[in-house]
């Protein structure tokens, strides 16, 4: 089992940078890809970054001139570093760990943590 806990969301003004991290636990060594994900009122579930477990990246064309996507070195906290944030960065961010058996494929998904950025 994996189990992924999101934290350092929170208020950022237009402008402003957060960084997000997700604590990875469980039998992390399965795990063939991570990324971050977000969704806003009313909207869809959104793909932001995914980092695999070699190393490489993708970010979403959308955000990333803003956004990064990083682990550490033990490959147990991903992060997720938000500059010139702006309104519609506002949602709920979703930590998410991936991997495939065979045909099998296995989701995991942290809780969440909200993101607002206001005056």
């Known amino acids: 089992q994996v189990r992924l806990v999101e934290s350092g969301g929170g208020l950022v003004q237009p402008g402003g940078s957060l960084r997000l991290s997700c604590g990875v636990s469980g039998n992390i060594d399965v795990i063939q890809v991570m990324g971050w994900h977000r969704q806003a009122p009313g909207k869809e579930r959104e793909l932001l970054a995914t980092?695999?477990?070699?190393?490489?990246?993708n970010v979403a064309d959308s955000v990333k001139d803003r956004f990064t996507i990083s682990t550490n070195n033990a490959k147990n906290i991903i992060y997720l570093q938000m500059n010139n944030m702006n309104s519609e960065d506002t949602a709920v961010y979703f930590c998410?760990?991936?991997?495939?058996?065979?045909?099998?494929?296995?989701?995991?998904w942290g809780q969440g943590t909200q993101v607002t950025v206001s005056s």
């Open positions: 980092i695999a477990r070699g190393g490489s990246t």
């Open positions: 998410h760990a991936f991997r495939k058996v065979g045909i099998v494929t296995y989701d995991y």
